[in-house]
């Protein structure tokens, strides 16, 4: 995953949901603006960023395609 290797280099990774965004677009939706959009408001300090997944929740959320999940956490856990 890419945030382990910039959490390697010292980075601290945070996600923003897109609905805290969504205010600080101020034209159609390219690159840019969504750029100036996310500068805009994580230097804001009203922003609620999102916890980032462990590697089990991770590994669990795999699971949910293989068919029946209590199966699958039950020999997990």
């Known amino acids: ?7 390697a280099y010292g980075h601290v990774a ?3 949901p897109a609905q805290f965004l969504n205010p600080f677009v101020k034209s159609n ?3 840019i603006v969504d750029a100036e ?4 408001a994580i230097s804001r300090a009203t922003v609620r ?3 980032l997944k462990t590697e089990a929740q991770l590994d669990l959320k795999s699971f ?4 029946n ?3 699958y956490i ?3 856990l």
């Open 49 to 51: 960023f999102v916890a």
């Open 74 to 76: 039950k020999y997990l």
């Open 64 to 67: 949910i395609g293989f068919g």
């Open 69 to 71: 999940v209590r199966f």
């Open 14 to 16: 945070r996600i923003v």
């Open 29 to 31: 939706k390219t690159d």
């Open 1 to 7: 995953m890419a945030f382990k290797k910039g959490k």
């Open 37 to 40: 959009a996310i500068a805009e």
